[in-house]
Every structure is written in C-alpha cells, then in structure tokens.
C-alpha cells in the first residue's frame, strides 16, 4: 500500500486502453506490458506485490464473473518479469469457505502453478485506520494488505445491481474479509452511504495499480447474474478512478453518475476533473459500446438522501425501490442468500420439496447481495409487484 511514497496522488492520470480479441497468453500479456509502458510504467522490482482479482463466488471463467485465469497468468508473467521478489494472490467472496482456493475459477491452481501464493484472506487479518474517513475510519482486512509493499487491482469490468458499475475501486471491497463485508450494508444501507465507504477504503488502502479485464466483461444484472460480453480491451493505469471513469465511458455509464466516482472525485484525491485523465492509446469513445446492457439508474431526487433523510423515511422509500424476488423454477435452495444476508431478512422455510426461500421485505435494505451471491440466478431484482410466490412474501 504506497501510492508509490504514501503521499496522497497516484503516480500519474494516464489511462492505456488496448485492443485484446481473446484469453490467449501471449496475446493477452503483450497487451498488458504494452499497455503498462504506456500508462508510464510499474515500479515492482524487489517488492513484494498482491494482485486482487475478483471473485464475487467461484464459478467458471466463460460465465465472467471472476476474472479470466489466463488475465491472471499474464499478470503475474509481467509482475515478475518486471522484478517482483514474491506475488501474493487472493480475493476473499462473501461466502468464503474454510480454505478457499477458488478452483472452479482456475484463479487459484494458475496463481500456484506460476509460483506465486495464494493467499487466504481470512487468516490473518490487519487493522487499516483512516482517521479522515468521511464514512468509516478503520477497516478489517486481509493481512496480505500489510505484507504488500505494492497493490494491484485486476477487476473485470462488470455491472453491479446496487453500485451500477464495478470496476478498480470497487473491487478492493473484497480486501475485507467474507462475513465482516455484510455489515457494511446493514451499517451503510443506501448507494451513497455505501459509495462513501468504498472511496474511503481506497484512501485508507492506497493501491498503487490496475489492470482491468475487459476482454470479456458482464452486462445486464451484475455482478454475479448477468451476460458475458465480448468487449476486447484491456486497461491498466496507476489511477483506480481514472481507470474507472474510462471504464464507465466505454460502456456508456455517463461516468460521473456512477456514486463511487462521484464521491472519489468529489475527495480530489485521484482527480479533480474528468478532463486531467490522459489516454495514450485507445481512447473510450473510440471504443464505447452503445447497447452494452446496464443497471437502470434510480431517481434518488437528491444524492444526499442517503446522509440527510431520517432513517425512517427511507426505510418507506424503500418500498418503491426494486427487490429481490426468487424464481422457484430455477432455486436449488442451496441457502446461500439466506447467509450472505446481513438484515437476517431471508430464510428457508419448508421441508424437502417444499422447501423455499422466504423474504421479509420490511427487513430487506435493497443491498441486493443475495442476487449477487446466488449461483444459479434464480434471484431477479425488480420493482414490486403483488407476488403469488411462495418464496417471495
Ligand atoms: S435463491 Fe439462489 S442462493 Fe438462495 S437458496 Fe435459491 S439457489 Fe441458493
Ligand atoms: S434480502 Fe437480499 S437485498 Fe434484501 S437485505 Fe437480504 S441480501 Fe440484501
């Protein structure tokens, strides 16, 4: 965690997006060392680096929910041909089990067979403080963070059904923990509130880099229950919200309505303006996808709700905001949501081919980690709607 000399600015504003068709190695980590010579270079050399990928739950790398194995392998080839002394490999899903390795990914065995580490997050843990936190000022993360002289984000550019869009900055959340993630949405139940919490865990983490799987990224519901889409980019910056904004751009997200870049530019710590970012190679509009499929965004009438509305009050504007609803044809009532959810607003209920998933919508808080986390997508977030639905009540 540096910055690179712990001051407050990343390295520079470049942002080097370029052209990959395809998970092919040799490819695939041409374009990453390209791309990094002219984002202005990555100083590893001697260091001991922790590349994060996103794993929001282990599954296959053709669904595009992880990042791509071989996005991986071409990173940490580049990493250490760049001088890396030892590469720590981890991510930690909301439901992480005793031991995770992520093999259904294939992130685990190809951070192995590469001789880097894979990490488990849980064990041990570190304590981060950000005494200027505007949301939270002390973070439980994974101790890898301290052992880490640098950091690299590898997100995949997906949406997110409760933050629109995940991308660099967001994908640090999975620094924190397994369980110890849910009570931040409990804590911090709206999108602004929770905007806040993640710009203030990248001020307080600091990471140093990103490269940005966008060879095939996820549209409509993400980031667990959406679309693979072919995108063919590959992004790699030493500002996370640069990378972010540039991301955004491409999908067609209008990049400052995005709550996570709102709030980061807002700080002035990775930017102040959209227009300081520089694009050495492609350039987003050159590259943007018009019928990429997003999150609707919701109309809030103010950004500041989240902070200023009585809790009460938005506990009654929830009702018109879209919910969880379980599909029993597809429900494999694995209980999954029911864990993952911090309100305790889901349950199982029933026995054997009765069994189904119930929701207490009056204590649902919206943060839509049961879709994210359901490996079957058989739960759809939408406005609400008289439901016949045992599962949904
Ligand atoms: S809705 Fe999804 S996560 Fe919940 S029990 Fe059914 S299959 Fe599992
Ligand atoms: S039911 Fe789903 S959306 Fe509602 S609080 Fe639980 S996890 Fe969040």
Same mark, same amino acid.
């Given at each position: 965690?540096?910055?690179?000399? $712990?001051?407050?600015?990343? /390295?520079?504003?470049?942002?080097?997006?370029?052209?990959?068709?395809?998970?092919?190695?040799?490819?695939?980590?041409?374009?990453?060392?390209?791309?990094?010579?002219?984002?202005?270079?990555?100083?590893?050399?001697?260091?001991?680096?922790?590349?994060?990928?996103?794993?929001?739950?282990?599954?296959?790398?053709?669904?595009?929910?992880?990042?791509?194995?071989?996005?991986?392998? *071409?990173?940490?080839?580049?990493?250490?041909?760049?001088?890396?002394?030892?590469?720590?490999?981890?991510?930690?899903?909301?439901?992480?089990?005793?031991?995770?390795? /992520?093999?259904?990914?294939?992130?685990?065995?190809? !951070?192995?067979?590469?001789? /880097?580490?894979?990490?488990?997050?849980?064990?041990?843990?570190?304590?981060?403080?950000? #005494?200027?936190?505007?949301?939270?000022?002390?973070?439980?993360?994974?101790?890898?963070?301290?052992? *880490?002289?640098?950091?690299?984000?590898?997100?995949?550019?997906?949406?997110?059904?409760?933050?629109?869009?995940?991308?660099?900055?967001?994908?640090?959340?999975?620094?924190?923990?397994?369980?110890?993630?849910? #009570?931040?949405?409990?804590?911090?139940?709206?999108?602004?509130?929770?905007?806040?919490?993640?710009?203030?865990?990248?001020?307080?983490?600091?990471?140093?880099? !990103?490269?940005?799987?966008?060879?095939?990224?996820?549209?409509?519901?993400?980031?667990?229950?959406? =679309?693979?889409?072919?995108?063919?980019?590959?992004?790699?910056?030493?500002?996370?919200? *640069?990378?972010?904004?540039?991301?955004?751009?491409?999908?067609?997200?209008?990049?400052?309505?995005?709550?996570? $870049?709102?709030?980061?530019?807002?700080?002035?710590?990775?930017?102040?303006?959209?227009?300081?970012?520089?694009?050495?190679?492609?350039?987003?509009?050159? !590259?943007?996808?018009?019928?990429?499929?997003?999150? #609707? &965004?919701?109309?809030?009438?103010?950004?500041?709700?989240? &902070?200023?509305?009585?809790?009460?009050?938005?506990?009654?504007?929830?009702? &018109?905001?879209?919910?969880? =609803?379980? $599909?029993?044809?597809?429900?494999?009532? %694995?209980?999954?949501?029911?864990?993952?959810?911090?309100?305790?607003?889901?349950?199982? /209920?029933?026995?054997?081919?009765?069994?189904?998933?119930?929701?207490?919508?009056?204590?649902?808080?919206?943060?839509?980690?049961?879709?994210?986390? %359901?490996?079957?997508?058989?739960?759809?977030?939408?406005?609400?709607?008289?439901?016949?639905?045992?599962?949904?009540?």
């Amino acid at each position: 965690m540096s910055f690179l000399g $712990n001051t407050s600015k990343p /390295a520079n504003n470049r942002v080097a997006i370029l052209q990959c068709g395809s998970y092919a190695l040799e490819p695939l980590y041409q374009a990453l060392k390209t791309s990094v010579a002219l984002a202005g270079g990555l100083e590893v050399r001697d260091k001991t680096v922790l590349l994060k990928p996103n794993i929001v739950f282990d599954s296959a790398p053709e669904k595009a929910i992880t990042t791509h194995p071989v996005f991986l392998e *071409a990173a940490i080839l580049l990493v250490r041909e760049l001088g890396a002394k030892r590469i720590l490999v981890g991510d930690s899903p909301g439901l992480q089990p005793h031991n995770f390795t /992520a093999k259904l990914s294939g992130l685990g065995e190809t !951070a192995v067979r590469m001789g /880097a580490q894979w990490v488990d997050f849980t064990q041990p843990k570190a304590e981060i403080a950000y #005494p200027q936190g505007k949301t939270i000022r002390q973070f439980t993360v994974t101790g890898a963070v301290k052992e *880490a002289d640098v950091i690299i984000s590898l997100p995949k550019l997906k949406t997110h059904q409760l933050m629109y869009f995940t991308g660099a900055m967001k994908n640090l959340f999975g620094l924190i923990p397994s369980m110890l993630k849910s #009570p931040y949405h409990v804590r911090l139940p709206g999108r602004e509130a929770f905007a806040s919490m993640i710009v203030d865990l990248n001020a307080a983490i600091k990471a140093d880099y !990103a490269f940005m799987d966008a060879v095939v990224g996820m549209e409509g519901p993400g980031p667990g229950s959406g =679309f693979p889409r072919k995108i063919g980019l590959v992004l790699s910056s030493a500002n996370l919200l *640069a990378m972010d904004v540039a991301a955004c751009e491409i999908v067609g997200y209008p990049p400052k309505e995005i709550p996570v $870049n709102r709030e980061a530019l807002s700080r002035g710590i990775w930017l102040n303006d959209i227009g300081e970012i520089e694009y050495p190679a492609v350039k987003p509009w050159e !590259a943007a996808l018009p019928d990429f499929k997003k999150i #609707p &965004f919701k109309k809030t009438g103010s950004q500041l709700a989240d &902070f200023l509305l009585p809790r009460f009050i938005l506990k009654f504007c929830e009702r &018109f905001t879209p919910r969880p =609803f379980v $599909n029993p044809a597809l429900c494999i009532r %694995c209980g999954d949501c029911t864990r993952i959810c911090g309100s305790k607003a889901m349950s199982l /209920a029933g026995e054997g081919k009765e069994k189904h998933v119930v929701i207490n919508y009056r204590s649902c808080i919206r943060c839509y980690c049961c879709h994210e986390i %359901c490996p079957v997508k058989a739960i759809e977030i939408k406005k609400a709607r008289k439901s016949t639905s045992p599962a949904n009540s």
